[in-house]
Protein backbone atom coordinates (compact mmCIF):
# COMPACT_ATOMS: atom_id res chain seq x y z
CA UNK A 1 0.00 0.00 0.00
CA UNK A 2 1.51 3.50 -0.88
CA UNK A 3 1.18 5.94 1.76
CA UNK A 4 -1.73 7.83 2.04
CA UNK A 5 -1.73 12.09 2.74
CA UNK A 6 -4.14 13.17 5.65
CA UNK A 7 -6.40 14.27 3.19
CA UNK A 8 -6.85 12.18 0.69
CA UNK A 9 -7.56 9.61 3.33
CA UNK A 10 -10.14 12.42 4.85
CA UNK A 11 -11.52 12.02 1.17
CA UNK A 12 -11.90 8.56 1.05
CA UNK A 13 -13.91 9.15 4.37
CA UNK A 14 -17.16 6.62 3.92
CA UNK A 15 -19.80 8.14 2.37
CA UNK A 16 -22.78 5.68 3.32
CA UNK A 17 -23.45 3.23 5.48
CA UNK A 18 -22.31 0.08 3.89
CA UNK A 19 -19.00 1.34 2.86
CA UNK A 20 -18.48 2.65 6.65
CA UNK A 21 -19.65 -0.79 7.64
CA UNK A 22 -17.25 -2.57 5.43
CA UNK A 23 -14.15 -0.12 5.62
CA UNK A 24 -14.80 0.34 9.35
CA UNK A 25 -16.12 -3.36 10.13
CA UNK A 26 -13.70 -3.66 13.24
CA UNK A 27 -11.94 -1.51 15.93
CA UNK A 28 -8.74 -2.34 14.17
CA UNK A 29 -9.71 -1.02 11.04
CA UNK A 30 -10.15 2.35 12.76
CA UNK A 31 -7.11 2.21 14.43
CA UNK A 32 -5.26 1.74 11.21
CA UNK A 33 -7.32 4.34 9.58
CA UNK A 34 -5.99 6.45 12.44
CA UNK A 35 -2.84 5.92 12.48
CA UNK A 36 -2.15 6.37 8.63
CA UNK A 37 -3.87 9.53 9.10
CA UNK A 38 -2.17 10.76 11.90
CA UNK A 39 0.99 9.28 11.35
CA UNK A 40 1.61 8.56 7.97
CA UNK A 41 1.06 4.68 9.07
CA UNK A 42 4.00 4.49 11.25
CA UNK A 43 3.62 5.40 14.85
CA UNK A 44 6.28 7.35 16.88
CA UNK A 45 6.91 8.22 20.59
CA UNK A 46 5.36 11.61 21.39
CA UNK A 47 8.31 12.17 23.34
CA UNK A 48 11.30 11.30 21.51
CA UNK A 49 10.26 10.64 18.15
CA UNK A 50 11.48 7.02 18.29
CA UNK A 51 9.53 4.79 15.54
CA UNK A 52 10.36 1.68 17.56
CA UNK A 53 7.36 1.44 19.51
CA UNK A 54 4.99 -1.13 20.25
CA UNK A 55 1.35 -1.20 21.33
CA UNK A 56 0.41 -2.09 24.82
CA UNK A 57 -3.13 -1.68 26.30
CA UNK A 58 -5.22 -3.59 23.66
CA UNK A 59 -3.44 -1.26 21.12
CA UNK A 60 -4.73 1.78 22.16
CA UNK A 61 -1.32 2.93 23.70
CA UNK A 62 2.19 2.93 22.44
CA UNK A 63 5.01 2.48 24.69
CA UNK A 64 8.74 3.63 23.10
CA UNK A 65 11.61 1.75 23.02
CA UNK A 66 13.77 3.81 23.40
CA UNK A 67 12.62 6.38 26.07
CA UNK A 68 9.58 4.45 27.42
CA UNK A 69 7.02 7.19 26.86
CA UNK A 70 3.33 6.03 26.36
CA UNK A 71 1.72 7.87 23.77
CA UNK A 72 -1.84 7.49 23.62
CA UNK A 73 -3.53 6.83 19.69
CA UNK A 74 -5.86 10.12 20.80
CA UNK A 75 -3.41 12.09 22.59
CA UNK A 76 -3.36 15.94 21.87
CA UNK A 77 -6.33 15.34 19.42
CA UNK A 78 -9.67 15.98 19.32
CA UNK A 79 -10.80 12.75 20.83
CA UNK A 80 -8.14 12.73 23.25
CA UNK A 81 -9.31 11.53 26.59
CA UNK A 82 -12.20 9.92 25.15
CA UNK A 83 -13.14 6.14 26.54
CA UNK A 84 -15.01 5.40 23.72
CA UNK A 85 -13.76 3.24 20.80
CA UNK A 86 -12.94 4.91 17.57
CA UNK A 87 -15.47 3.12 15.88
CA UNK A 88 -18.01 4.83 17.45
CA UNK A 89 -16.14 8.19 16.78
CA UNK A 90 -16.29 7.83 13.47
CA UNK A 91 -19.73 6.76 13.29
CA UNK A 92 -20.47 10.40 14.91
CA UNK A 93 -18.38 11.68 12.24
CA UNK A 94 -20.07 9.97 9.68
CA UNK A 95 -23.60 10.62 10.86
CA UNK A 96 -22.81 14.17 10.86
CA UNK A 97 -21.09 14.32 7.68
CA UNK A 98 -23.17 12.67 5.41
CA UNK A 99 -26.24 15.24 6.81
CA UNK A 100 -24.44 18.21 8.01
CA UNK A 101 -27.66 20.50 8.02
CA UNK A 102 -29.97 18.17 9.39
CA UNK A 103 -28.25 16.59 12.30
CA UNK A 104 -30.01 17.50 16.01
CA UNK A 105 -28.29 16.26 19.23
CA UNK A 106 -31.44 14.51 19.94
CA UNK A 107 -30.98 12.38 16.19
CA UNK A 108 -26.94 11.68 17.41
CA UNK A 109 -28.27 10.65 20.74
CA UNK A 110 -30.46 8.48 18.91
CA UNK A 111 -28.83 6.66 16.35
CA UNK A 112 -25.48 6.19 18.45
CA UNK A 113 -27.45 5.04 21.74
CA UNK A 114 -25.77 7.63 24.18
CA UNK A 115 -27.06 7.75 27.26
CA UNK A 116 -27.86 11.16 27.82
CA UNK A 117 -28.75 14.11 25.85
CA UNK A 118 -25.65 16.28 27.04
CA UNK A 119 -23.19 13.70 25.53
CA UNK A 120 -24.92 13.89 22.28
CA UNK A 121 -24.64 17.83 22.28
CA UNK A 122 -21.47 17.55 23.48
CA UNK A 123 -20.35 15.72 20.53
CA UNK A 124 -22.43 17.08 17.83
CA UNK A 125 -20.89 20.23 19.05
CA UNK A 126 -16.97 19.31 19.49
CA UNK A 127 -17.31 17.63 15.74
CA UNK A 128 -19.23 20.03 14.03
CA UNK A 129 -17.06 22.79 14.90
CA UNK A 130 -13.77 20.90 13.53
CA UNK A 131 -15.70 19.86 10.36
CA UNK A 132 -16.13 23.35 9.59
CA UNK A 133 -12.45 23.78 10.35
CA UNK A 134 -11.92 20.72 8.04
CA UNK A 135 -12.78 22.57 4.84
CA UNK A 136 -9.41 23.83 4.08
CA UNK A 137 -7.73 21.01 6.34
CA UNK A 138 -9.57 18.03 5.89
CA UNK A 139 -8.62 15.26 8.82
CA UNK A 140 -6.16 18.10 10.33
CA UNK A 141 -8.61 18.96 13.29
CA UNK A 142 -8.91 15.46 14.27
CA UNK A 143 -5.74 14.32 14.57
CA UNK A 144 -3.45 17.21 14.70
CA UNK A 145 -5.15 19.55 17.26
CA UNK A 146 -2.88 22.65 17.87
CA UNK A 147 -2.38 25.20 21.15
CA UNK A 148 -4.64 27.32 19.65
CA UNK A 149 -7.35 24.76 18.88
CA UNK A 150 -6.93 23.73 22.32
CA UNK A 151 -7.33 27.21 23.92
CA UNK A 152 -10.57 27.43 21.52
CA UNK A 153 -12.09 24.00 22.46
CA UNK A 154 -11.76 25.32 26.20
CA UNK A 155 -13.75 28.32 25.15
CA UNK A 156 -16.93 26.87 23.31
CA UNK A 157 -18.52 30.39 23.00
CA UNK A 158 -15.01 31.66 21.07
CA UNK A 159 -16.92 29.77 18.29
CA UNK A 160 -14.06 27.46 16.26
CA UNK A 161 -14.57 28.55 12.51
CA UNK A 162 -12.03 31.66 12.49
CA UNK A 163 -9.19 29.91 11.25
CA UNK A 164 -6.13 30.20 13.19
CA UNK A 165 -3.54 27.71 11.62
CA UNK A 166 -1.80 30.49 9.35
CA UNK A 167 -0.87 29.61 5.55
CA UNK A 168 -2.47 26.24 5.44
CA UNK A 169 0.95 24.02 5.77
CA UNK A 170 0.45 20.72 7.36
CA UNK A 171 3.48 19.90 9.43
CA UNK A 172 4.42 16.09 8.36
CA UNK A 173 3.16 13.52 10.81
CA UNK A 174 5.54 11.28 9.26
CA UNK A 175 8.97 10.46 11.15
CA UNK A 176 12.41 12.22 10.14
CA UNK A 177 14.51 9.25 9.33
CA UNK A 178 18.20 9.35 9.89
ZN1 LIG B 1 10.47 7.78 22.99
Known amino acids: MTQAMPDDLWRDFPKT ?8 ATEEDCRAYWIAARWGGEPSCARCNSTRVWTIREGTTFECADCGHQTSLTSGTL ?3 THKPLKVWFRAIFEISTRRTGISAKDLQRIMGFGSYKTAWSWLHK ?4 MVRSDSEPLGPFV ?3 EGARRRQ ?3 AQGAGSGGRGGGRKSAARPHRE
Not at 17 to 24: G, I, L, S, V
Open 127 to 130: LRAA
Open 79 to 81: LEK
Open 17 to 24: ATAFETRF
Open 154 to 156: RRP
Open 144 to 146: QID
